[in-house]
């Protein structure tokens, strides 16, 4: 894996149709999961575009499906510190990461 990408760029990508989020600072297009997802694609679609670490971890997810974001893996963080956003609170990606070209499609 060697593309390494920016917030800006992931940010490009919150759509159902192109759905990319970042989670422990790798990032994931994980469009063709959405239909498959047991808790429902609005949940991913709303994170679609943004770092979504805290949701992810938060949720409880098993050990599969930690293996799993192995198949949809598109690169890294660029500037990706671990702890470092826990540390501050937040990523700073999903404050204000939709804009008026981020709507479920």
Do not use: N
């Not at 593309?3 to 297009?29: E, N, P, R, S």
């Not at 690169?75 to 070209?101: C, F, H, N, Q, R």
Request: glycine share 12%.
């Amino acid at each position: 894996m060697s593309a390494t990408f920016t917030l800006v760029d992931v940010k490009k990508h919150c759509t159902a149709k192109d759905c990319w989020m970042i989670i422990h600072g790798k990032v994931y297009d994980v469009t063709s999961f959405l239909s498959e997802h047991p808790g429902g694609e609005e949940i991913m679609v709303e994170l679609a575009g943004q770092d979504a670490t805290e949701a992810f971890d938060d949720i409880g997810h098993s050990g599969d499906a930690k293996k799993q974001l192995a198949d949809f893996l598109v690169g890294t963080l660029e500037g990706y510190v671990p702890g470092a956003a826990a540390a501050a609170g937040s990523t700073g990606a999903a404050e204000g990461s939709k804009d008026s070209s981020c709507t479920i499609q």
